[in-house]
């Protein structure tokens, strides 16, 4: 049992990893913007803070295991989320990362792809840095796990694959649920085996 740290607990991939969290019996701090919003579960402590309060989010952060950052990258920075996780002095963080800096062949990216939704390319070019800035950062044990092109709510099914840079696609396309993908991280959190990697996940 692990004391996690999970940042933007009540969004679409940070509900399901709280869940997942929770009923595998880690002591969870919930940490939103509204704590209203964060689910109601055993193990789980619900704290108010803004990812861009480096301080206070530092503040939170001391004295547990590991971290889990589940915010928009448009909305957050990683200069200051590093820096907190730096300042809680803890070594492990995860993070929920972005299908578009994925390759769908050598030295193409999804992002660049003919198609790919204008209205999604803010997001997926800030996480593109955001991986960028973490390959830079060799004093903490980080992990970047990307979900497919489609992720989306669904099922809890345990099955799934894992990829290292490229897109993980199936007969009908690129998809992974938020709940199979809370399984993949929660996986990694408690057996680490892409340290200082970035990592996929898909049917």
């Given at each position: 049992?692990?004391?996690?740290?999970?940042?933007g607990?009540?969004?679409n991939?940070?509900?399901?990893?709280?869940?997942e969290?929770?009923?595998?019996?880690?002591?969870?701090?919930?940490?939103?913007?509204?704590?209203?919003?964060?689910?109601?579960?055993?193990?789980?402590?619900p704290?108010?803070a803004?990812?861009?309060?480096?301080q206070?989010?530092?503040?939170?952060l001391?004295?547990?295991?590991?971290v889990?950052?589940?915010?928009?990258?448009?909305?957050s920075?990683?200069?200051?989320?590093?820096?907190?996780?730096?300042?809680?002095?803890?070594?492990?963080?995860?993070?929920?990362?972005?299908a578009?800096?994925?390759?769908?062949a050598?030295?193409?990216?999804?992002?660049?792809?003919?198609?790919?939704p204008?209205?999604?390319?803010?997001?997926?070019?800030?996480?593109?840095?955001?991986?960028?800035?973490?390959?830079?950062?060799?004093d903490?044990?980080?992990?970047?796990l990307?979900?497919?092109?489609?992720?989306?709510?669904?099922?809890?099914?345990?099955t799934?694959?894992?990829?290292?840079?490229?897109?993980?696609?199936?007969d009908?396309?690129?998809?992974?649920?938020?709940?199979?993908?809370?399984?993949?991280?929660?996986?990694?959190?408690?057996?680490?085996?892409?340290?200082?990697?970035?990592?996929t996940?898909?049917?």
């Amino acid at each position: 049992m692990a004391n996690v740290a999970l940042i933007g607990a009540s969004g679409n991939a940070g509900s399901r990893i709280l869940a997942e969290l929770s009923d595998r019996g880690h002591q969870v701090t919930a940490i939103a913007r509204h704590t209203d919003k964060i689910a109601s579960l055993p193990g789980v402590t619900p704290r108010q803070a803004d990812a861009n309060d480096r301080q206070a989010l530092g503040a939170l952060l001391k004295g547990h295991d590991a971290v889990i950052s589940a915010v928009p990258f448009t909305a957050s920075d990683a200069g200051t989320l590093v820096g907190a996780v730096r300042n809680a002095g803890v070594a492990r963080y995860l993070v929920v990362g972005g299908a578009g800096s994925l390759e769908v062949a050598p030295g193409e990216k999804v992002i660049d792809q003919p198609g790919f939704p204008e209205a999604y390319k803010p997001e997926a070019h800030a996480g593109g840095e955001f991986l960028d800035f973490l390959r830079g950062v060799d004093d903490l044990d980080w992990t970047f796990l990307s979900p497919s092109a489609e992720f989306v709510p669904g099922e809890r099914t345990g099955t799934f694959r894992l990829g290292q840079d490229r897109l993980l696609t199936h007969d009908e396309g690129s998809s992974i649920s938020f709940e199979d993908y809370a399984i993949a991280l929660v996986d990694e959190l408690e057996t680490p085996r892409h340290v200082r990697q970035r990592f996929t996940v898909g049917y």
